[in-house]
């Protein structure tokens, strides 16, 4: 029967847990530059939400006061 090494065998000289060590032998491929260049989206969904609850808010409110006109206790009207 064929005898086999445990795990807690010799370790070579540098140390490892398998006393391997790995090197890339292949040569490095150059580096190329990269401009990084960010894309200003257009408005979004946010904004057009925003803008539409502040003329809505804008126009309730003279609605609101021309009503009141009609009392003459409104601001505007």
């Given amino acids: 029967?064929?005898?086999?090494?445990g795990r807690g065998?010799?370790?070579a000289k540098?140390?490892?847990a398998a006393?391997?060590?790995t090197?890339?032998?292949k040569a490095a491929a150059p580096a190329t530059?990269?401009?990084v260049v960010e894309e200003r989206g257009?408005?979004?969904?946010?904004t057009g939400i925003a803008v539409i609850t502040?003329?809505?808010?804008?126009l309730a409110i003279l609605f609101v006061d021309a009503h009141l006109g009609r009392y003459d206790s409104g601001m505007f009207f």
């Fill in 1 to 5: 029967m064929a005898s086999r090494k």
């Fill in 9 to 11: 065998g010799r370790v």
């Fill in 14 to 16: 540098g140390g490892g």
């Fill in 19 to 21: 006393g391997r060590q």
């Fill in 23 to 25: 090197k890339s032998k």
């Fill in 33 to 35: 530059e990269v401009e």
């Fill in 42 to 46: 257009g408005d979004g969904i946010d």
């Fill in 54 to 58: 502040g003329i809505l808010l804008l």
